[in-house]
Structures are given as C-alpha cells and as structure tokens.
C-alpha cells in the first residue's frame, strides 16, 4: 500500500519548528520525505490545512487495566484522538506474568472474569495479543504488585531471602520477553507497606536491563512531597546512577499547589543530578479511581476480601463512617463513574445520592461500596486548573491519558469513562493553542518522541525516513476535545487522518475497522 501525504506542515517530533513538506508511505515505513510534486500513488491525502505530527504514544495507558485491549480490540477511542501507541502495565499492575494464574492485581478496575486467562509469561501474554489483533501498537511494563501478589497471595508482609530472589529472577525474565520495564503502585493497598529496599532492588534491575521504572506515589495529596523525596533517596542509594524514571499521573490538587511547587523542584533538582526523570500528567481537573481509596487504611488492609468484611460488619462500618467525617470530602464533586452490578448511582454524585436516601454522604458510600461489591470507579473533580498548567508546560512532562480505549458502539450502562478516555491528547493541544502554553512542536514532542524516548522506543515517535508509519493529519484551528464528564462519548473535532504502521485507520475522520496495532517488545 502506498500512500502520499501532500503539502502538510510536517512537525516531526523532535522540537524543531515544522516544514511544509509531501511524504510518502510505502508498506508500513516512512518511504521518503521531500517535494513529489507529479508523484503518482494509490492513496492521496491533501494535507495543506494541517499539521502532520508522529502517531500520539501514550506513556501511562489503562487499556490493559480495564481489559478493553480483549473486549474492545479496536481501541477507538484512541485512534481517533491520534493514539497511535499504548504502554500498559502501569501503576505496579499488568497483566503478565501471572504466577498464580489469576489477576487478581487489577479487581480494583474491573472484573477478571471477563476473558479467558490462557498465558503466565510476558512472553505467552505478548503472543496471544499478537494473535489477537488490537488497534494501536501495544507494549508493556512488568507490574510489581502482580508479581509480588504472585508470590505471597493477599500476605501484607515483607518477602523473605527465597521470595525476594525469586520476584527478582520473574522480573528479569519478563525483561528478557521484551516488557519495557517495571512499575509500582505504591499507594495501593497491597503494595504500601513495600520496604524501600526492595525498590532498590528493582532499580537495579531495570538499570542492568537499560528498561524504564514508573511509579504511582506512595501518596499523591497528602504526602505528595515525602513521596517524591522517597526517588531523592533511591536515587542517592544508587549513587545517582538510576534507570530512567517515570512519575505516573503527578496530578495538582486544590490547595496543596505549594507542596506540589515543592515537589516539582525535588524532580528539577534530581534531573540536575542527572538522573532521567519525567513525570506524566492529563489536562483535566476530575481525578478518576476505585472508591475504596478514600476509606480510611486501616479498613482497607488486607485486600478486597477484608475490607468488604469490615464494612459488613457494624462495629467497623460504624468506624468507617466515623472516620470519613474526619476527611470533610466534598462528596458534591465526587461522581460515581462505574460501579459492577447496579447502574442506578452511575453518573450522580454522592451528596445528592445520600440527600434522596435521606443518609449521611458517608453512609452512602457504604451503600455504593456494597452494591457494588467493592468494585466502584468515581470521578472526583479536586485539581487546580492553574497548577494543571504548570504540570503541561513544565519542560520534564509527558502527556498521558491514564484511562482506557474503548470503542463508540461498546456503551455500557453501568460504566461512565472518564472524559480522558477519548480527549486527552486533542484536548491538550487545545489547552495549548488556546491558552499560548507552548509552541506546536514542543507540544507534540511531549505526545511523540519524548515518550518514544522514555521507552527507548525504537524507530516510532519521529518523522524519519525509514521510521515505521505511524502518523496523525490533523486541523490546528479545528482540532478540539468535545467529552464531558457527563457525556463522554463524544468524537473529537478536527483529527483527519490516522495512520497506523502504513495503514489508513481513520479516513476524514472515519474509523476504518482495521486493527493494524503491532505488540512492542524492548529492543
Ligand atoms: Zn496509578
């Protein structure tokens, strides 16, 4: 297949300011670009209103969390806002390698049951999607908590000598099967507790395998800063010589911009130090993640199984709601987005939910946290619009949705997606535009070659002859994020043309059905 893309203002990814250029497409590459004024091809695509910019990579993706790589292969709503490459695996959970067989690790974002668990290794795990098909490039880390929980099921404990050497010896074979690093979810339930010298472990792990680390804080509001200044310690341990690192969603909350000031300035500072430190962020002010998160610790220990204990019986659910009280959350901006059984609470906040059952808002998230067994998704609108700036423009930022593709036709009543889901990157290059944040081609090195760099990604993220076509057309007065929190099936506006490894995907703006996503390996 040939395809010829005329007269675009061609911004390649790298930084530089863009050319007006024609470039032509043969198979799945970048064949040449230059001026082919009289060039004869099968597919012509007049691109003289637009910007032609790398495929979007998106760094932090929750397609695997949520299991919509199986259940909506085609991934949509990421094509269409110029998602061209997914990292799943994020946040200590991915979905290989399984040592117990289950996944267990991902109960918090969706039901297992879903799909039919046939592979243990990364290796098994990167053949069946092979096999499968998906709709973008799919590539992914190794997550500590599945590997941890693996080894010692629902303990919350330390790994003794044996343990510790055989989770080392897992991740290092899961390297070797092409993950592209390791990640922890530190403020999960599971994974708090983990010693900081099992991080330095993993660290020196990654750094014998050249991969990647991501973490998601050990706490992202209250303790922000001592989460941070924990990498400040691990970097000092290893003497500054670190595998890069990534911070998964550094997010901006309402009043802790001065922490969060604070924090920025310990990442400048290791940066400075030489270590290769980014942070990954999402142009929105709602917070989307399980429930369960804004119980008290001592509720949730244990697992799902414990928690739901404690909330059955009196004594402790009386406790729980005592000590949500003591949190004042604004339960007015907190929206229940999924939730596995009952579908009557989706979309409404809690305080309005608990006014019409005539309960305590803390009561109702006992109500909702029953219903829906322990499985509820909220949104919950808590970031400062001022501070999500600065973490845009900040020159250490990547962009990066942190939801899931999902497809336009696979609607489900009990499930309303976070916006970020189908306007993230559009949405972004809006927020630039409109509010002068940046220039265009630094903006899009943040969505292209600065995570292909992260990644060590090879041969995607730039517009490079002989580089794999992978490719976003699209209006620069035009281009717009039109999903709401209430209403977030909505297409963007202004994305023309997706290419995926040479393959026209999203034809004037039209999904073509094909799934022409490659499985990434790490080298
Ligand atoms: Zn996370």
Redesign the pocket.
Known sequence: MEILIKNGLIIDGSGVQGERLDILIKDDKIAKIGNFKNKKAKVIIDASDSIVAPGFIDINNDSDHHLTIFTQPEQESLLKQGVTTIIGG??GSSLAPLIRGDLKSIRKWTDPNQINIDWQSIKEFLDKLEQKKIGVNFGTLIGHSTVRRGIIGDELRDLNEDELEQMNEVFKQGLIDGAFGIST?LEYSHSRSTPINEIVEIWKIIKEYNALYTT?LRSEKENLLSAVSELEDLAENMNYQTPRVEI??LKSYRGKEEELNLSLAVIQKLKEKGVDINFDSYPYQFIAGPLYLYLPDWAIKGGLEEMMKNIENNFTRKRIVEDLKKEQYDYSSMIVMEISKSTSFVGRNIYDLSRMRMISPEEMIIEIMKAGNGRVIVAEKCLSRISSYWLLKNSLSIIASNGEGLNYTDKKLNLLPHPRSFGTFPKFLTEVRDNKLMDWPEAIKKITAEPARKLNLKNRGLIKKGFFADLVIFNPVTIKSMSTIESPYQEPEGIDFVIVNGQLVINKSQFSGIKAGKILRRF
């Open positions: 994020n946040c979810g998601h998964s969603h």
